[in-house]
């Protein structure tokens, strides 16, 4: 399997601009993450889904961000106008079981910088 | 509110010393506990769950222990490529939402 597939793996834009990060969970897994990742604050959920279904945006920062899952292999977070304090290591990872404490695997990040 | 601590949060060793790597938890009912490991540039990697006290797992020179209120990663005679960042994290009550800990970074001397 080819693990959690993530692109861009690095994303440089200006303060203002749309950015959308993209994710292929491993096939078969039921529930997909994203989590931001930076110095100061560590690992952060951002939202999850089970079967493609948005349970819980709590850590979401703000409006700027949506996160979407059309289908069981893909999703993408948007952020809208992206700013400075945005910049940080995305991560998407995906477990088999929803609803239950299962593994969750990591994709390779995105790393965002935004100017 | 669910608590996970990590110490120390910088570890330096001589290859082939070993030595311990502590998690501290405050959670609502542990349903496990999970181990991953982070080079740099990389996402974490899954290394170990533990789900209930006294339980124990192994893979090459690691060895995780859970006991009700902490887990140690223990590392024998590391060797430089165990250099990474080892993170810990519990699931919350009632979800699938981890909280991590913030990790410690852990550098073997040649």
């Known amino acids: 399997d080819a693990g959690v597939i993530q692109s861009p793996r690095h994303e440089v834009t200006e303060m203002g601009q749309e950015v959308t990060l993209r994710c292929k969970p491993i096939?078969?897994?039921?529930?997909l993450f994203w989590y931001r990742q930076t110095m100061m604050r560590g690992l952060e959920l951002l939202i999850y889904?089970?079967?493609?279904?948005?349970?819980?945006d709590s850590g979401m920062p703000e409006d700027r961000f949506s996160a979407k899952m059309p289908n069981a292999s893909f999703s993408t977070l948007k952020i809208q106008p992206s700013e400075p304090r945005d910049s940080a290591v995305y991560f998407c990872?995906?477990?088999?079981?929803?609803?239950?404490?299962?593994?969750?695997?990591f994709g390779p990040g995105t790393r965002l910088t935004v100017l | 509110e669910d608590q996970v601590t990590q110490s120390p949060e910088a570890l330096r060793l001589q290859e082939g010393e070993s030595s311990s790597l502590n998690c501290s938890y405050t959670?609502?009912?542990?349903?496990?506990l999970f181990w991953y490991r982070q080079d740099p540039g990389k996402g974490p990697e899954f290394l170990f769950t533990?789900?209930?006290a006294g339980e124990e797992k192994e893979k090459e020179r690691l060895k995780a222990t859970l006991t009700k209120k902490e887990s140690f990663l223990h590392i024998t005679a590391p060797k430089p490529e165990d250099s990474a960042t080892y993170l810990c994290?519990?699931?919350?009550?009632?979800?699938?939402?981890?909280?991590f800990g913030t990790g410690t970074r852990l550098t073997i001397i040649p």
């Open positions: 990872a995906s477990s088999l079981e929803a609803g239950s404490a299962d593994t969750q695997y």
């Open positions: 096939s078969g897994h039921n529930s």
């Open positions: 889904f089970n079967n493609n279904v948005p349970i819980d």
């Open positions: 959670v609502s009912g542990l349903r496990g």
């Open positions: 533990l789900y209930s």
């Open positions: 994290a519990v699931p919350n009550f009632g979800n699938e939402k981890l909280t």
